[in-house]
């Protein structure tokens, strides 16, 4: 129980205290245990103690072992040690998670510079979750149409990133989806898939709803603003586009029969070929606006105009839905039979 270092005082009563050992603990849990008296009632200038919380040791240099200014800090140990600044300092640059301007006082803990240094304490960004909705395959129909349409809804849960210690995901999994049409809740559904029937002007929407996420935490593991709550999200609205045919005789020089619906303000013919009582035709609808008619130029392989080969004739055609709508043919008028060729369209 010698030690090598350190004075050993006894007090006045020792003689009347025989039974009673010396305090010679070398190690206790907390620091707060330094200045405890019932963790330390025969304790003596000179015991060092390591404690296990800080990682460090300390020695009594007074006489009264319940204050903690009795307690000196040691250099050296186990992670521990007077590890302080001697003097004042100011970082010029930015290093690590230190930024250039920060300063330290004389008598900054080392530990802390570091920790500072490594490990500064950042938080994360916080994502709310969301929801969207999408119609599969093709939006675009042609007018007079009501076809029926899968829609697909598509929940994100948000994110907590960097995630620190969490899943990482800011809310908690959706409990349902509702389907919104032209502004009315209608269908509940647990996958967020539905099949409706669309006309022209039906929008809809999905509503998800999310379940309360967890607690994010900042990079040192503390709570960090508060758990998303839950509720629900809506998704932009969707519908689908409706527009008018084109027809031609591409695929049958004998009769005139519809395109496919399209956006395209260009379309390319390559017709078969024509004769005197089939020439090439196209029909497009009235309201629209030519810009001009091109022809192949296979030597080329450059577009001509050819828009003077193409006449224009009122007549009238239906859409999917029945209805009569004002067209234009545009007919060869060479006269005679003619090979294979390929003609563009070009709308304004």
């Not at 000196?72 to 140990?77: I, P, T």
């Not at 996420?213 to 998303?228: F, R, V």
């Not at 689908?240 to 005139?256: A, K, L, R």
Request: proline share 6%; glycine share 10%; with cysteine.
């Amino acid at each position: 129980m010698a030690r090598t270092y350190g004075t050993l005082r006894m007090g006045s009563n020792m003689e009347s205290r025989v039974n009673a050992p010396l305090d010679a603990r070398d190690k206790v849990q907390l620091k707060s245990d330094l200045t405890d008296p019932l963790s330390f009632p025969y304790a003596y200038i000179g015991m060092k103690t390591f404690v296990e919380e800080e990682l460090k040791f300390y020695t009594l240099i007074g006489e009264d072992p319940t204050q903690i200014s009795n307690w000196r800090l040691e250099d050296g140990g186990t992670g521990g040690g007077d590890a302080t600044l001697d003097t004042g300092l100011e970082a010029k640059v930015a290093v690590g998670g230190i930024p250039a301007g920060k300063t330290y006082a004389a008598g900054e803990d080392i530990e802390g510079i570091l920790r500072d240094l490594l490990d500064p304490l950042a938080y994360p960004t916080l994502t709310d979750p969301s929801v969207s909705l999408a119609i599969v395959g093709s939006t675009i129909f042609e007018k007079g149409a009501t076809p029926s349409v899968t829609l697909r809804a598509t929940q994100n849960r948000g994110s907590i990133s960097p995630k620190y210690g969490t899943s990482g995901n800011r809310s908690g999994a959706v409990t349902e989806y509702q389907l919104v049409v032209n502004g009315t809740d209608e269908d509940v559904s647990t996958t967020g898939e539905w099949t409706k029937t669309l006309a022209e002007g039906t929008t809809f929407s999905a509503k998800a709803t999310f379940a309360a996420g967890e607690q994010p935490k900042d990079s040192h593991g503390a709570d960090y603003d508060l758990p998303y709550p839950g509720g629900a999200k809506t998704s932009p609205s969707v519908s689908g586009q409706f527009v008018y045919c084109v027809w031609s005789n591409v695929q049958d020089i004998t009769q005139m029969t519809k395109e496919p619906p399209t956006t395209n303000k260009v379309f390319t013919f390559t017709f078969p070929p024509q004769t005197v009582a089939n020439p090439e035709k196209f029909s497009i609808p009235a309201s629209w606006t030519v810009k001009s008619i091109e022809v192949l130029n296979d030597l080329s392989g450059k577009y001509e105009d050819c828009i003077r080969e193409f006449p224009a004739t009122d007549v009238t055609r239906q859409d999917a839905g029945g209805n009569e709508v004002a067209y234009k043919d545009y007919t060869d008028n060479r006269g005679y039979n003619a090979d294979s060729r390929t003609i563009r369209l070009t709308i304004a």
